[in-house]
């Protein structure tokens, strides 16, 4: 990948707050053509005052920002175009229909879609007549999305996209994003659902306190933390009957009751040594389970070092 190939670069990006408080603390990260990166963090991390810089609402206090190749901020005119936006508050006029709004949006955009085509994209065909003001939260994120895609962006950014969808509207928004992505549209999304993330992000980052504290392939960031395995310890043996577990790459175990729990960087030593034990001893390991870490053990991994840190 060539460097023309990133249309998002953040490099040291600061935002610093009247009184001196910095929200965003130095972050570096890209995000290619076609590609949908993910920002998560815990409530008040930076993700929306990072995202503010990316679209060119703020100025950086440090570092640079190139959106497509170019400054968001000193270059509007160049990226506005280019880019769509669905901010976590839409704040339409409430008396004009869905209709009538998006024709509105449609007017201050070069080279809109038609309003009819943007609409059904986001399934609101059947609610075309109905004023903004009678929208549930869902349809109104719904609206907040055909307005963002508009002028057919190459760069999307979607604040919080399936906030107060119900479970087939966030489905449906995951494969619109899906296509958007196959056609080439480039996604960075901000969400607090990490099943959104795990399912729909090529890349993500996990930011903390202001600053990136994972990156990476969602199997990237979760290869940060251990694996579990756990069984049923066979009748008439005790823990203590285990093969010695750190030669393993065990790290660490736990017993509650029969059931021994443990954790491991080396899935496949550890794995592979537990079943040969198992074989020579003739015995079965019930109930084994063997998994990767979750993106969510990552998170609150992350999280919980704020507390303990912050
Ligand atoms: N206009 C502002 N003035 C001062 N501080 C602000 C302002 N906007 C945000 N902040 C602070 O900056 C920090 C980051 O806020 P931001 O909204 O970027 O976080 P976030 O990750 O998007 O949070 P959430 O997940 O809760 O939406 C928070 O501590 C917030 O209180």
């Given at each position: 990948m060539t460097d023309d190939d990133y249309v998002i670069e953040a490099e040291d990006l600061r935002r610093t707050y009247a009184g001196g408080f910095e929200a965003v603390t130095g972050i570096t990260f890209?995000?290619?053509?076609?590609?949908?990166?993910a920002l998560l963090g815990t409530n008040g991390a930076g993700k929306t005052s990072t995202v503010e810089l990316l679209e060119g609402l703020a100025r950086p206090d440090g570092g640079s920002v190139r959106v497509l190749g170019h400054d968001p901020y000193s270059e509007r005119a160049a990226v506005r175009p280019r880019i769509g936006v669905m901010l976590q508050e839409g704040g339409f006029p409430a008396e004009l229909t869905v209709a009538e709004t998006t024709r509105m949006w449609a007017g201050c955009?070069?080279?809109?879609?038609?309003?009819?085509?943007?609409?059904?994209?986001?399934?609101?065909?059947?609610?075309?007549?109905?004023?903004?003001?009678?929208?549930?939260?869902?349809?109104?994120?719904?609206?907040?999305?055909?307005?963002?895609?508009?002028?057919?962006?190459e760069v999307l950014f979607?604040?919080?996209?399936?906030?107060?969808?119900?479970?087939?509207?966030?489905?449906?928004?995951?494969?619109?994003?899906?296509?958007?992505?196959?056609?080439?549209?480039t996604v960075l999304l901000t969400t607090h659902y990490l099943e959104e993330a795990e399912g729909l992000?090529?890349?993500?980052?996990?930011?903390?306190?202001g600053r990136i504290?994972?990156?990476?392939?969602?199997?990237e960031v979760v290869a940060a933390q251990p694996s579990h395995i756990s069984f049923e310890l066979p009748d008439g043996f005790l823990a203590g009957d285990l093969p010695p577990l750190a030669p393993l790459g065990i790290s660490s175990h736990e017993t509650v009751g029969r059931t021994i729990r443990l954790r491991t960087f080396e899935l496949q030593r550890a794995a592979t040594g537990l079943l040969l034990w198992a074989q020579e001893q003739r015995v079965e390991l019930r109930g084994l389970g063997v998994r990767s870490a979750s993106l969510e053990e990552a998170f609150l991994h992350?999280?919980?070092?704020?507390e303990t840190t912050g």
């Open positions: 890209r995000a290619a053509r076609g590609e949908i990166f955009t070069s080279g809109a879609r038609p309003v009819g085509e943007a609409l059904e994209t986001v399934g609101l065909t059947r609610r075309s007549d109905v004023r903004v003001k009678q929208l549930s939260g869902g349809e109104k994120r719904r609206l907040d999305l055909a307005l963002a895609l508009l002028g057919r962006p979607l604040d919080e996209p399936t906030t107060g969808l119900d479970a087939e509207g966030r489905r449906e928004t995951w494969e619109l994003v899906r296509t958007l992505r196959d056609t080439g549209t992000a090529d890349r993500l980052a996990i930011m903390h306190e504290a994972a990156e990476g392939r969602v199997d992350i999280a919980k070092d704020q």
